[in-house]
């Protein structure tokens, strides 16, 4: 759908945050006088009232009786369309659609095709790839928008000046069925991995599996980059696309950490600045993608070793008093936690983990702590106490201090007590932020303060935009 087919309908916007306030500046840049509702809290309608819209409704209560008096709803990415409300008002006919597809639909060619994008998808890794894959595409002298997920909304980049020659594209599990229903096809889509997330969101994990893979399944890309070692993606069978496998032994693969491109050696990874090996096994789906476009990608592997890495992932800020600080906030699944671990191994850690309760099973992660469990794991926010309770045996078991606080102050003290003055302190919480933190970002935000370093100087997403 493009905007313009928005004209003559009864449309509303649901949510105004970043993504929002995207959709309304969009909307209004090709229809200025199109009658609209917004959907948003009390203190949200303040802000959106200042700007004097006069065709702006504003309503705070997004009952599904009101929503389904609208033929159009564009909601944004984190209000899931599985709530009762939302459910009533699609079957009353409302349709619900994101700004993310708003975008695609906006920029789709004759064929349907949206030339010139990559799109990244996965429960691991996804911001670190697509902003690794735009490092190696201004390698190659392509001018490269980076945006999606990984913070800039698509509708904030609607019509960027001078254009681009390629989109490096993050989408999340809220955004991939976005591009399924726009009716637009990626050019490349690349899916990492697949593991339970995001499951008060989408219902269960059946779905939240269904609504990622709508991106290859539903969007039908030209081009589908796959990792042929997840069980899922392998088994996967997409009849219009052509399909390009990484982590195979006849292309972009990893030998240990040596990177070859089927028997030819590239590199040793384990100098390059991707931590974590499942991070450097992603550099395999970037080179894949590159080739499968006719990028010549054996040069530009060299290049990785100028990347930046991403805040809130993995980031080692520094050593204070002996101690060096890893923030990993971006951490929301208990597999990410595991990962992380394995990029210390043979140091004494102290491990923060728990956050917002959405519902995912521990036991994989507790399984794997009888075996390879840190100096001391500290469990801490609405989840913490739960999986306290299941690691509790383990702990008597496997010989691990365990200590269950409420908050990060807390927790990072009880850390520092635990290790002296010799150690890591890692926030990789494998649960969402929400509750006691706005977002992934205020809490690494937050920790980076505590833990005596300038949240300012630690955040910034390198690349981000055009360039």
């Not at 619900?96 to 994008?117: K, M, N, P, R, S």
Request: contains cysteine.
């Amino acid at each position: 759908m493009r905007i313009s087919q928005l004209d003559g309908r009864r449309v509303a916007l649901w949510g105004w945050g970043r993504e929002g306030r995207a959709a309304h500046h969009a909307v209004r840049s090709r229809l200025p006088s199109l009658p609209l509702t917004l959907f948003c809290s009390d203190a949200e309608a303040v802000e959106a009232a200042a700007l004097g819209d006069a065709h702006l409704s504003i309503e705070t209560q997004p009952t599904a009786e009101r929503l389904s008096a609208f033929g159009i709803v564009i909601k944004s990415p984190g209000i899931s369309p599985n709530t009762p409300t939302a459910l009533s008002a699609s079957s009353s006919g409302t349709r619900f659609i994101g700004g993310t597809g708003l975008w695609f639909g906006e920029h789709a060619g004759d064929d349907g095709v949206v030339a010139h994008t990559f799109c990244v998808t996965g429960t691991k890794g996804k911001s670190t790839t697509t902003s690794l894959l735009a490092h190696l595409l201004r390698a190659a002298g392509r001018r490269t928008v980076l945006a999606g997920n990984i913070g800039l909304p698509m509708l904030e980049v609607l019509d960027p000046q001078p254009a681009p020659d390629e989109w490096a594209i993050e989408l999340s599990s809220y955004q991939t069925g976005d591009v399924a229903d726009s009716g637009a096809r990626p050019d490349v889509a690349i899916v990492l991995n697949l593991f339970p997330e995001h499951l008060d969101w989408h219902g269960s994990e059946a779905r939240y599996i269904e609504d990622k893979l709508k991106l290859v399944t539903a969007a039908q890309p030209r081009i589908a980059v796959l990792n042929v070692a997840d069980p899922r993606l392998a088994a996967l069978e997409l009849p219009r696309s052509e399909v390009r496998w990484f982590n195979h032994a006849d292309g972009w693969h990893l030998r240990e950490d040596d990177l070859y491109r089927g028997d030819v050696f590239v590199m040793d990874t384990r100098p390059l600045p991707l931590p974590g090996r499942h991070n450097r096994s992603n550099l395999c789906a970037v080179l894949t993608a590159l080739e499968a476009r006719g990028i010549d990608a054996l040069p530009l592997a060299a290049h990785a070793q100028s990347f930046r890495p991403l805040p809130n992932r993995l980031q080692a800020m520094g050593t204070r008093d002996g101690i060096t600080w890893v923030n990993d906030s971006i951490s929301t699944t208990p597999h990410a936690t595991v990962a992380a671990l394995e990029c210390f191994t043979g140091r004494r850690i102290a491990l923060l983990v728990g956050g917002h309760d959405r519902g995912v099973d521990w036991s994989d992660f507790a399984a794997h702590m009888r075996h390879e469990a840190p100096a001391t794991i500290i469990t801490m926010g609405a989840n913490g106490p739960r999986i306290h309770a299941l690691l509790a045996p383990v702990a008597r078991e496997a010989g691990f201090r365990l200590i269950g606080v409420e908050t990060l102050p807390e927790a990072m003290a009880a850390a520092r007590e635990a290790l002296g003055d010799d150690g890591v302190v890692l926030l990789s919480p494998g649960a969402p932020s929400f509750g006691q933190y706005r977002d992934y970002v205020a809490r690494g935000r937050h920790f980076a303060e505590l833990a005596g370093f300038d949240p300012d100087a630690i955040t910034a997403i390198p690349g981000l935009g055009s360039g």
